[in-house]
């Protein structure tokens, strides 16, 4: 059964860092574009960044770009959303996706994790 497992949200301090991993099987991960999207209350999901499936092709969506950075790691089937510099907007449940296709072309994600919270507060 595919299987994406979201790790490491929590309550960050403006200006602070975290990092969220995501497990995922290897049969949804291995061939497949990886991704994050994140949802804030009462605001529809968004695409935040994706990653090709050999991590050469990266993409971001502006209001992230500088501070987030996504990797995958092919041998623990692992993909990472480092964020640096977090604001109270970033304040969201973060989703992790995975694509069908080794490029992410801009459709909606197959596979989805059950969500982690990341709450950028003082």
């Known amino acids: 059964q595919a299987q994406l497992l979201e790790s490491g949200g929590g309550l960050v301090q403006p200006g602070g860092s975290l990092r969220l991993s995501c497990a995922a099987s290897g049969s949804i991960f291995s061939g497949n574009a990886m991704g994050w999207f994140r949802q804030a209350p009462g605001k529809e999901r968004e695409f935040v960044t994706a990653?090709?499936?050999?991590?050469?092709?990266?993409y971001y969506a502006d209001s992230v770009k500088g501070r987030f950075t996504i990797s995958r790691d092919n041998a623990k089937n692992t993909v990472y959303l480092q964020m640096n510099s977090l604001k109270p907007e970033d304040t969201a449940v973060y989703y992790c996706?995975?694509?069908?296709?080794?490029?992410?072309?801009?459709?909606?994600?197959?596979?989805w994790g059950q969500g982690t919270q990341v709450t950028v507060s003082s």
């Open positions: 996706a995975a694509f069908t296709g080794i490029y992410y072309t801009g459709k909606r994600p197959t596979y």
């Open positions: 990653i090709s499936r050999v991590g050469i092709g990266t």
